[in-house]
Nanobody
């Protein structure tokens, strides 16, 4: 089993920055993909960014150039640095971990991001 604990959400002014953290614990193999999804009220959950064990990153077009995903393998932690936050960024942000072997998909409890104009 894998547990994901997120932190760093909150309220920020438009144009500001926040950094999310997600610490993973449990049965984590070396081959994993970690990332962030978000879900705004009335909308489907959408990909924000992912990072592989090898450091390959992938971003949604809407956050490319503004958000940066990174990881600390020693701490099994993934980060999401969010800059230039916009009024369309508010959502509940969920950390996710996909373990390749044995296969498993895990989600954090979510953390709320609110952007004030």
């Amino acid at each position: 089993q894998v547990q994901l604990v997120e932190s760093g959400g909150g309220l920020v002014q438009a144009g500001g920055s926040l950094r999310l953290s997600c610490a993973a614990s449990g049965t984590i193999s070396r081959l994993v993909i970690m990332g962030w999804y978000r879900q705004a009220p009335g909308k489907q959950r959408e990909l924000v960014a992912t990072i592989t064990s090898g450091g390959i990153t992938n971003y949604a077009d809407s956050v490319e150039g503004r958000f940066t995903i990174s990881k600390d393998n020693n701490k099994s932690t993934v980060y999401l640095q969010m800059n230039s936050l916009r009024p369309d960024d508010p959502a509940v942000y969920y950390c996710t971990l996909v373990r390749i072997l044995p296969r498993g998909d895990y989600w954090g409890q979510g953390t709320q991001i609110t952007v004030s104009s």
